[in-house]
């Protein structure tokens, strides 16, 4: 079992960088896919980037190249850099994980998620 707790969210500007945190409790979080996704008012929560637990990277094709998925596994922690925000970034982000996980890009993939951290972009 993991226990997820996400940081780094906060109100940007338009074209600002954040970088959001995962820190992950357990001894075996190299064996876990971990995966971001965001939830904006009155949508669904949408995929954004996955790294299965053997090391494969994914990402929603509208955030290619601006987002980029990480892990440290010495310190158990996963990351989401987000560069050129864009009001449209703006959502609550949920990191999530499932042991031996092939990194889905669909919510029903993981077993374990954080209770999210908002990020809010103005232009």
């Known amino acids: 079992q993991v226990h997820l707790v996400e940081s780094g969210g906060g109100l940007v500007q338009a074209g600002d960088s954040l970088r959001l945190s995962c820190a992950a409790s357990?001894?075996?979080?190299?064996?876990?896919?971990l995966a971001w996704f965001r939830q904006a008012p009155g949508k669904e929560r949408e995929f954004v980037a996955s790294?299965?637990?053997?090391?494969?990277?994914f990402y929603a094709d509208s955030l290619k190249g601006r987002f980029t998925i990480s892990r440290d596994v010495a310190k158990n922690m996963g990351y989401l850099q987000m560069n050129s925000l864009k009001p449209g970034d703006t959502a609550v982000y949920y990191c999530?994980?499932?042991?031996?996980?092939?990194?889905?890009?669909?919510?029903?993939?993981?077993?374990?998620w954080g209770q999210g951290t908002q990020v809010t972009v103005v232009s």
């Open positions: 999530a994980a499932r042991r031996y996980g092939a990194g889905a890009t669909q919510t029903h993939g993981y077993d374990y």
């Open positions: 790294n299965s637990w053997s090391g494969g990277t």
């Open positions: 357990g001894r075996t979080f190299s064996q876990y896919a």
